[in-house]
């Protein structure tokens, strides 16, 4: 516990200070989870409460941009919410990674035959088509 005036460190919970004595009412902890959202959109900047607040198809195109590797999240935390919040973030990465070790390794519709996407196949063998075509036409038009 951390006394709210000198920030003096003490181990059990107590109604004062053991270093200033400073009268401690109660100790409060948790997690508040808020948001709020401010969209600039064409020429308007607004401000929402909550996503589900957002316009539908506002919010949708919020929810595309924002579920990217780019994204991120910020989290303001005393020590106790830091505490609770390490927490919560490992139990969703245990969460995640027993999902991940759930998918065979044989799928080729999650992973990709070699580690490829089927995007990236695609592309591949269009570029391969693209380079069959242009060698058949040199060598009609040299013959």
Request: glycine share 6%; charged share 20%; hydrophobic share 45%.
């Amino acid at each position: 516990m951390v006394c709210p005036y000198c920030e003096f460190e003490f181990g059990s919970p107590a109604s004062q200070c053991p270093e200033c004595g400073i009268r401690i009412v109660r100790q409060v902890s948790g997690i508040i989870k808020t948001s709020t959202v401010m969209i600039g959109a064409g020429n308007q900047n607004r401000i929402y409460r909550s996503v589900q607040d957002v316009p539908e198809p506002l919010r949708q195109r919020l929810i595309d941009t924002t579920s990217s590797e780019n994204s991120g999240m910020i989290v303001i935390a005393d020590r106790a919410g830091k505490e609770q919040w390490t927490e919560v973030v490992a139990h969703r990465e245990s969460h995640n990674r027993r999902q991940a070790a759930a998918i065979p390794e044989a799928a080729p519709s999650v992973r990709g035959i070699a580690g490829l996407s089927w995007a990236s196949w695609a592309g591949i063998l269009l570029f391969l088509a693209a380079v069959a075509m242009i060698a058949f036409v040199f060598q009609v038009f040299h013959r």
